[in-house]
């Protein structure tokens, strides 16, 4: 038995989402939440608005673009965009991880657009972003794989002139990554990721040019009602002033205010670009120093700064055949959690067996470093198991 390390995470939550809440949240936080309330009455708009007008400028969204709180999460923001948006166009979907799949599913099999072109990587890796007509096509994908833990290195290989529209599934890389809103006409995110918000909620940002899609086409198949942008061939101005599509949880919208004030307080994007930075430069030099772990996204410029997915590469364990490296990986999430050390970092279901470390904002830097001596401890003890 090797001697389990002394200092402990101050925080074990490092969940790919929901995420760890912000450094010093409480309850009390929330004493502001109009609970009991309509959030059609006045103060229920202005909660609303005021998340809007938050996010705006934490995000750094230019002032032209519509920002709404809609239904579902991120999934109900991005198919939202999806039903409302593609068939004016050819589409290229990008995929290369669990939820770029997801989106290849709504556009090939539900909506079966006969003009989709797939474009793949293989977990880990980032598809040839060369083959893509940016120019031309409308184009859906993840910023950051949240499930391979590979991202964009940028927006270069989208086009300023482009005649189609990009889709961007930016739910765990808003609030810690750059986005290039030039480049971009749907953005979307959901709260229980880089801040740590709760559960249920969706944010679509909208391009001038998406909101001129929206009001000159119109899909040749039905829209459910939590679907609907427009009225009469306009845009629902309302849903991008706080008047959302369905009841939202007053409570949940306090805790993303709480979110999004901390974020201010704390120098907005820029600072919180800097933490997730930190945290993921901690962990990847921690893992570049051992041989018993590696990074699953294969070149370093493609590597995620909040969802860092980590294989098993110890030569002694792999020796033993493909499920060796599985089992580790699973008694290492195991083991940190009965200790109380580290909760959800087992790798996401469809993903190669292995770790997946939440390194977003609200995780602590000295966190990190804590945990990196624990996954020495329990791999150790995972290894020795095996004999």
Known sequence: MTTAPAVRPARPEFSSGPCAKRPGWSFEGLAGAPLGRSHRARIGKEKLKLAIDLTREVLEVPADYRIGIVPASDTGAVEMALWSLLGARPVDMLAWESFGEGWVTDVV?????????????????LPDLSQVNAAEHDVVFTWNGTTSGVRVPDAGW????????????????AFAQPLDFAKLDVVTFSWQKALGGEGAHGVIILSPRAVERLETYTPPWPLPKIFRLTSRGKLSEGVFRGETINTPSMLCVEDYIDALQWAKSIGGLKALVARADANAKTLNDWVDSRDWISNLAVKPETRSNTSVCLVISDPQVLAKGPE??????????????????????GSYRDAPAGLRIWCGATVETSDIAALTQWLDWAFAEEKAKLG
Do not use: F, H, M, W
């Open 109 to 125: 099999r539900q909506l079966k657009l006969a003009d989709a072109r797939v474009i793949r990587a293989p977990y880990g890796e």
């Open 324 to 345: 060796a490296g599985a089992a580790v990986a699973k008694g290492i999430v195991a083991r940190l959690e009965a200790e109380g050390v580290a909760y959800d970092i």
């Open 158 to 173: 989208i086009p300023a002139g482009r005649k189609g529209l990009t889709i961007c599934d930016a739910t765990s890389a």
